[in-house]
């Protein structure tokens, strides 16, 4: 089977001759002009190595490899180029790139850097470094309103780590985002079991669970119809023992906003549910704060905020009903 590169190089002859001299290694390389333009291979996984060449990025090589190294910590970076001074090597070494080659090189040259990469990157047993930056893109997938970006984020950390609780709970949540709710009850179950205690980071699968058994028909949708948007906002934060009890004052009727704690500032997304029942729902991705909780109920149409006993010992309504 072939190993996979990546060759982020302008120049289209400088890369078909590093295409050449690699796949005596046994690398297939995929290749691309700009490091912009490398995202959805690097996301995708299995890349062993990654030449970038000092051009290929418009922030300055420095800045795209420090990109390289946060989002893709055990992938090993060889820098290439014609302008690289001392201090410009010193520091692409501090930050992180595994070798730097100085243009023209020959194709013995890269061979050999490219094979001290990938043997130190193996001696150093990344696999831990990988998965936290795998679930932090996630993360920052979902909370920004783009859980499709958070899929191949989320495979890349259960690669690193299979039975891992934290990526099985977020793999759960992205199916509840998706609507599949059976997909996301399974996934929450098993995270559970594969939990070694219940004060994990979110998403929290006995959250999770709380909020399908809630749902009672209601689907993902992309907006609330009109009606909806006069109805009052109950604010749960406590899923597992508000849901089940009710809202405050009996309303059947209104929108039930519950934060997801993902770490972002603001509201972040809002995901959407409306179906039959008397009640529609809105995921926020943020954490429960009356900033936050102001925005997102201004955004859902500005219905009075009401909040069980939990929720008032934990947020001040009225003060976000004043910034609203």
Known sequence: MSRRLLVIEPDVGSRAMMERALATLGFVAETTATVHDARACLDAGAIEVAIVD?????????????????????????????????????????????????????PTELREAVAR????????????????AALGIAREAIAAGRPGAAAPALARAQAASPLDAEAMAMRALLAELDGRDADADRGYRAAIALRQDEDGVPPDPFEGLARLAAYDGARPTVGFTEARKSQSIWLVTDPIHELAGGPPGGEARGIVLIPLGLPTSGTGA???????????????????????????????????????EATRQRIDLERAEALR
Not at 58 to 71: F, K, P, Q, T, Y
Not at 73 to 100: C, D, N, Q, Y
Not at 275 to 300: D, H, I, Q, T, Y
């Open 270 to 308: 809002l995901y959407l549910r409306e179906g039959p029942g008397p009640r529609a729902f809105a995921l926020m991705a943020g954490a429960a704060r009356e900033g936050a909780v102001a925005a997102a109920s201004a955004r859902l149409g500005g219905g009075k905020l009401l909040g069980g």
């Open 117 to 132: 990469a990938v043997a130190r990157a193996g001696a150093l047993h990344p696999e831990a470094l990988e998965y936290a």
């Open 54 to 106: 000092e051009l290929a990025g418009g922030r300055g090589l420095l800045d795209e490899v420090r990109w390289l190294r946060a989002r893709h910590p055990s992938l090993p970076v060889i820098v290439t180029g014609t302008r690289l001074a001392k201090p410009t090597l010193e520091e692409m070494l501090r930050v992180g790139a595994a070798e730097a080659l100085r243009k023209p090189f020959t």
